[in-house]
């Protein structure tokens, strides 16, 4: 996968895991795939890079506690990199989806909105901000 930022529109380039236990996601991600987290603030709660060596692969978060008691599962939720993320959202709503959540901005990161297509499924739209390192996503 490309850093988010040297991504071109179109294109997968990230991943987030929502965990209904985070802890228990790290423990296995770290024994199976030799994976190393560092926590960061965002957005008032709290993201878990995880890295492979010194590159940042993916993050996870902690389901909040509304989401479990509706019963929302742990899921991976990919990015695909825009150019221009309200132009994305008005291109994705004249095919036939919809934004699930409006878009977010990660000060000095990413903007990013999470869409419904056409068919129901779900996937994450991730806009660079301007001057945004190439590795470092929230």
Known sequence: ???????????????????????????????????????????GGRFTRCHVGSRAVGSLYQLQRAHLERGVPSHWTPYIAVGHMDAALARVAACGGRAVVLPLDFPGTARIALIQDAVGALVGLWQPLRGAPPDTPP
Do not use: V
């Open 1 to 43: 996968m490309l850093k988010p930022a040297e991504a071109p529109p179109g294109t997968f380039c990230w991943l987030d895991l929502a965990a209904s236990d985070a802890g228990r996601a790290q423990q296995f991600y770290a024994q199976a795939f030799g994976w190393i987290f560092q926590d960061q603030p965002a957005l």
